[in-house]
């Protein structure tokens, strides 16, 4: 088979440690589907729900071998034949197909999303998943321009999605992160206060100093463990703790930051 006949993937035939299991095999191209579009991929974020389904989280519906990566951008260079040509050589988010950790994937044109040339690439491959979860949990709450809420892990993608939601909804915004690297960051996102490097024990009094004694209203907690247990002692009595996500419990599942991309 020629070289140009195949592409790189990155795949997992068992479950297990992603360092142990992901392997990046060669691939032959397929016949597209008459409703489908093949895609370049120029971009996939490392999120840490990619790696629940190759350690196994979701095997009742995941088949193996799979290729990994929820989200990304490419450039479509293939159409099906049920498919408008217009669609050769734009910037798509393919939504619902496979993994996009490789060179090509295939997805529905029905789902695919153009991307207008003023986004750059980075933003476009992070575009999906976490604002869109920020959005969701942020209506659903719903969080309000009375609200006071403390969020963990606020150096990720997804904490920065709060953060720039914050000016929109008007809610107020204690940011929770390791490391003082992020603040100024933060800060011009729309964070009303940022808490970095402090133990768990002192994160309470820290909320309650900012908060003037009365404490969050909200708690957003995608960490888990000891963390998200001092997250909720920042709160008020008979508020609510949003969870999801459990990456303190693994910390080998990477980070959704933007230097964690494949290309």
Not at 35 to 47: A, C, E, Q, T
Not at 199 to 215: C, F, K, N, S, W
Not at 243 to 262: D, E, H, Q, V
Request: proline residues 8%.
């Amino acid at each position: 088979m020629r070289p140009e006949d195949t592409f790189s993937s990155l795949r997992y035939g068992e479950f297990g440690d992603p360092e142990a299991v992901l392997a990046v095999e060669s691939r032959p191209f397929e016949r597209l589907g008459p409703g489908d579009l093949r895609v370049r991929v120029g971009l996939s974020p490392i999120n840490p729900s990619d790696l629940l389904p190759v350690r196994g989280a979701y095997r009742h519906r995941t088949r193996v071998p799979a290729t990994p990566g929820y989200e990304g951008v490419g450039v479509v260079t293939e159409v099906g034949s049920d498919v408008q040509p217009s669609w050769l050589g734009r910037m798509v988010l393919p939504l619902r197909g496979e993994g996009l950790w490789q060179q090509y994937t295939v997805a529905p044109a029905a789902w695919a999303i153009g991307v207008p040339e003023s986004v750059d690439l980075e933003t476009a491959s992070q575009v999906y998943i976490n604002p869109m979860t920020a959005w969701l949990i942020a209506k659903q709450l719903p969080l309000t321009s009375d609200d006071v809420v403390v969020a963990n892990a606020a150096g990720s993608s997804l904490g920065r999605a709060f953060c720039g939601l914050s000016r929109t909804l008007g809610y107020r915004l204690i940011a929770v992160c390791r490391t003082r690297e992020h603040t100024a960051q933060l800060q011009e996102l729309g964070a009303w206060a940022v808490i970095s490097h402090l133990a768990q024990g002192a994160l309470p009094e820290a909320v309650m100093e900012i908060t003037r004694g009365a404490g969050a209203s909200v708690a957003l907690d995608s960490v888990g463990g000891m963390d998200g247990k001092a997250l909720i002692r920042c709160l008020r009595p008979v508020a609510p703790c949003c969870k999801w996500g459990c990456s303190r419990a693994s910390p080998s599942m990477g980070s959704s930051s933007p230097s964690n991309t494949l290309r």
